[in-house]
């Protein structure tokens, strides 16, 4: 019988294997990049749909409201409410809760919000820039105080506004 010998002390390198991995993965991480970047870059806007939205949530009717950190906004009217002061520096969540009121006693949001409130088939959709983020909590907390469910959704800080449909 023949007996196969190899002298040699090199082992199997896997190397080469490495390698090819390696490149396979850039090239998914280059292709996933790209697909990434012109996702976001093809008509950086947000279309609101109530209708159609209304029907998919089970005849729930959407509110749909802007904040950017300074300014509560309405849409699709945009008719909106500046808060002159930072809510992160009032003491209190009462303080903070009472400003709020406060500030929109009397505007077309304090009416649509109270609106909201008293009929159990509406939420608001709470479109958040990241210059709204840092006081997020105190918006929140008082929408959810009056009863109102709230959904946070994050947009990007130059994203322009569509028309509603």
Sequence with gaps: MANLQDNSEEGVSLFPMFNILACTLGVMVFVLATVAVVSLGADRAVEYISDDYAGSMGGRLPTWIEWDGAELTLLP??????????LRSI???DQTYNYIFTVLAGSPVGRELSAASLDG??????????SGFRTLPEVRGY???LGVDVVPEPIDQDLRRLQVR
């Design 121 to 130: 088939n509406r939420f608001v959709i709470l479109l958040v820039r990241p």
């Design 77 to 86: 009217s945009e008719e909106s409410v500046v808060f002159d002061q930072d």
């Design 143 to 145: 929408l959810e105080l």
């Design 91 to 93: 003491p209190t969540f």
